[in-house]
Nanobody, 123 residues
Framework: EVQLQASGGGLVQAGGSLRLSCAGSGFNFEDHAIGWFRQAPGKEREGVSCISSSGRLTYYADSVKGRFTISRDKSNDRAYLQMNSLKPEDTAVYYC????????????????RGQGTQVTVSS
């Protein structure tokens, strides 16, 4: 069974930090680019960040550049999203999914998506 499990969300004050973790199983995690996507109530889903299978290529949405850092650890089939300087507008359900990097455009979700974790940033 394919699973992508996001964790690490919570309630934090503006300016604070959270680290999200994505655990993959049931497929060749190391062969896929892994991304973080978010959806807030009443807003369209947004591709926040994506990291290639090698880890050498990354994408960040303009709204999070300089504040969020994506990484992956092939030894344990995990990907991470370090979120610093959080803002109320970062409030959303964040979920991880396999993704396709595109030049100059947000990533697509590809084969697999996990359930999300809620991030709430208070002002």
């Amino acid at each position: 069974e394919v699973q992508l499990q996001a964790s690490g969300g919570g309630l934090v004050q503006a300016g604070g930090s959270l680290r999200l973790s994505c655990a993959g199983s049931g497929f060749n995690f190391e062969d896929h680019a892994i991304g973080w996507f978010r959806q807030a109530p009443g807003k369209e889903r947004e591709g926040v960040s994506c990291i290639s299978s090698s880890g050498r290529l990354t994408y960040y949405a303009d709204s999070v550049k300089g504040r969020f850092t994506i990484s992956r650890d092939k030894s344990n089939d995990r990907a991470y999203l370090q979120m610093n300087s959080l803002k109320p507008e970062d409030t959303a359900v964040y979920y991880c999914a396999t993704c396709l990097l595109r030049t100059g455009a947000p990533p697509y979700e590809s084969d697999y998506r996990g359930q999300g974790t809620q991030v709430t940033v208070s002002s």
